[in-house]
Structure formats: structure tokens, C-alpha cells
């Protein structure tokens, strides 16, 4: 498969081409072509088991514009590993390998193979795609999983606060390391590109709305990765080296979590006093990324 990275059907800038097998509404086919744009035909993907296994749907009907190698859930980082030495071994060192893996198969099946990747700042892109739960078999908590959501195995909320998978990777001291929405791409498209320049271990947190798993219509996926950052629910930052931390976007004015709950139907089930509990631990990690923060610049989310 890889011999044939160059061989690819034209798709010329669409590189998720409709008619692949996403639920409507799914923010992931949106990340998944921007990412690509940037990084380009000479690309192969190493995918866990995840939404994408469906969504990319089985050879001959691949909705894509690249290459992908399926792997076992819990080795999307060791199989980019050995897809970019493999590569090297054989001249073709050019071509990106982006291990592409949803929150399950990165905050918890999947980190020990991540933590040795960045250890050893293997020269991959690894991306996690987040949409809160393991949504592939059906809706289950994931460690990624927001505090107060309902998913299958937490009927009555999430009890933990997200991991802070950030800070994980950023302990490796990996050069790169940036989160990013759909809903707004020429962020996400800038740090992809920034990421392009960057020897070894390029990671990037993408929040990506599922209506099917959130509850919510199908048309506000757009309007709920937005309305994440403009809670400050998920911020936008970047970190260098493990050190240097630079936010992205500051939202002109304070904009209530409730807003951002109250269009899921996962977080139907709150009272006002756990939409209180939620906010303060916004309001106390947003003033702490600011104070840890090097640099405040826009400029990616301004272009
Ligand atoms: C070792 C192992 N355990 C469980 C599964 C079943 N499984 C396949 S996909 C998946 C959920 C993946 O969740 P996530 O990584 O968040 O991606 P999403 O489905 O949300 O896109 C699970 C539990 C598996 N394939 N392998
Ligand atoms: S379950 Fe969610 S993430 Fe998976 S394809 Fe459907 S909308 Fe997308
Ligand atoms: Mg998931």
C-alpha cells in the first residue's frame, strides 16, 4: 500500500470526497480534508480502530485522497513509527505519516504507544481527534470525556474532569504540540503547516463535535466547537519544546458555559448548581493558561 503513495486517484483539493460513511453533522470528514490539504497527496495515514475505520469506508470505495493503514486500537503511534522508518529505509522519506486517532484510542488505549513516540520524538504527526467518548461501539466514557456528560457508562454524568492530555504531551518535550476546533480552520491549518517545518513529534488536540454521540442536531457542530472556545471550555494554544506557551485566541468577552451545554442533549440532565461547579473549573484553568502563557497571538486565527 504505501509503494503506492503516489498513485492515488485525483481528487485535486477535495481530499474527503463526499459519499463516505460519516453520521450527518460529523465534524471529523471537515478536520480530517483540512488537515490533508495542508499536508498534501505525499501523506499516508495510520489509523487506529475508531469512527474513521467506518467513515473511510473499505478499499476500493475509500473516500480518500491518500493512503491509510488500519491498526489495532492501541498502536496508532507505534505504527506511524514504523511507517515513517520503513519509509526512510527506502528513500521515500518524503512522504508525511499522520497517525490520525480519536480521544479513546489517545488519552487511554493509546498513550503508552504515544508516550514512546514522543519520547523518542519519532518524526510523524500524531493527531487526536476528539469527540468525547468512544463513539465507534456506541457512546462510551472515555477519559477525554467532559465532566457532567452523560455517555452509556456514566448514566448519570461524568464524575472526573478531562485528562489534561496537553500537558502529557507537552512533558515529553516534544518540539510541536497544539490544540485546534473546526470551527476554526485557518487555525488549524496554520499549525498543520507550522507543524510541516518541525523535525519530530508534531501533536495536535482537534475538538470535533459529534451530533450523534453529544445529542444535539446535526447542524451544530460548527456552533458548538465555537461556542467550546468562546467559553474558554477549550482553549487555543500552542506549546513549544515542552516550554514556551502561546494562546491563540482570547474571546472578546465572557461568554457563560451554559450557552455551550445547553445544546447538548448530554448535558440535559444538569442542575444550575453543576453548571456552576463546571464554570468555576473553567474560570480557574483559563486564568492558570494565562498566567502560564509566554505569548498571547491571534495571528493564525486572524488570517
Ligand atoms: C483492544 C480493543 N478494545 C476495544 C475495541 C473496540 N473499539 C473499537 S473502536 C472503539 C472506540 C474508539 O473510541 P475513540 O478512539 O474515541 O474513537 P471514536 O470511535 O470516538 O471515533 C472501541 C472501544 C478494539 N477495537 N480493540
Ligand atoms: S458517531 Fe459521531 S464521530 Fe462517529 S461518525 Fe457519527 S457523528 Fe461522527
Ligand atoms: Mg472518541
Not at 129 to 135: F, G, K, L, P, S
Amino acid at each position: 500500500m504505501v509503494g503506492d503513495v503516489t498513485d492515488r486517484r485525483d481528487f485535486d483539493s477535495c481530499f474527503m470526497t463526499p459519499g463516505h460513511m460519516a453520521c450527518p453533522g460529523c465534524g471529523g470528514p471537515l478536520a480530517l480534508n483540512w488537515v490533508l490539504e495542508v499536508l498534501g497527496k505525499k501523506t499516508v495515514i495510520g489509523l487506529p480502530a475508531c469512527c474513521f475505520s467506518i467513515i473511510t469506508g473499505a478499499f476500493p470505495h475509500m473516500p480518500l485522497g491518500v493512503n491509510l493503514v488500519h491498526t489495532a486500537f492501541e498502536t496508532a503511534a507505534a505504527l506511524a513509527t514504523g511507517l515513517k522508518a520503513g519509509l526512510e529505509m527506502t528513500e521515500r522519506g518524503d512522504v508525511t505519516v499522520l497517525a490520525w486517532a480519536g480521544d479513546g484510542g489517545t488519552f487511554d488505549i493509546g498513550l503508552q504507544a504515544l508516550s514512546g513516540a514522543c519520547e523518542r520524538s519519532e518524526d510523524i504527526f500524531y493527531i487526536c481527534y476528539d469527540n468525547e467518548a468512544y463513539m465507534n461501539t456506541g457512546n462510551q466514557r472515555s477519559s477525554a470525556t467532559p465532566i457532567g456528560s452523560w455517555t452509556t457508562t456514566t448514566p448519570t454524568g461524568e464524575a472526573a474532569e478531562k485528562k489534561d492530555i496537553m500537558a502529557i504531551v507537552a512533558a515529553h518535550r516534544i518540539p510541536y504540540a497544539a490544540t485546534a476546533s473546526v470551527a476554526f480552520p485557518e487555525d488549524l491549518k496554520a499549525k498543520v503547516k507550522k507543524g510541516m517545518g518541525i523535525k519530530g513529534t508534531k501533536f495536535i488536540h482537534i475538538h470535533m463535535p459529534c451530533p450523534t454521540g453529544w445529542r444535539m442536531a446535526s447542524d451544530l457542530t460548527i456552533r458548538a466547537a465555537r461556542l467550546a472556545v468562546n467559553t474558554r471550555i477549550f482553549p487555543l494554544f500552542e506549546i513549544f519544546g515542552g516550554e514556551k506557551k502561546v494562546v491563540n485566541y482570547v474571546p472578546k468577552e465572557k461568554v457563560e458555559v451554559s450557552r455551550y451545554l445547553k445544546i447538548q442533549g448530554r448535558f440535559s440532565h444538569l442542575k444550575g448548581v453543576d453548571i456552576e461547579m463546571i464554570q468555576r473549573g473553567v474560570d480557574s484553568r483559563w486564568e492558570k493558561l494565562l498566567s502560564d502563557a509566554d505569548e498571547v497571538s491571534t495571528e493564525n486565527v486572524m488570517k
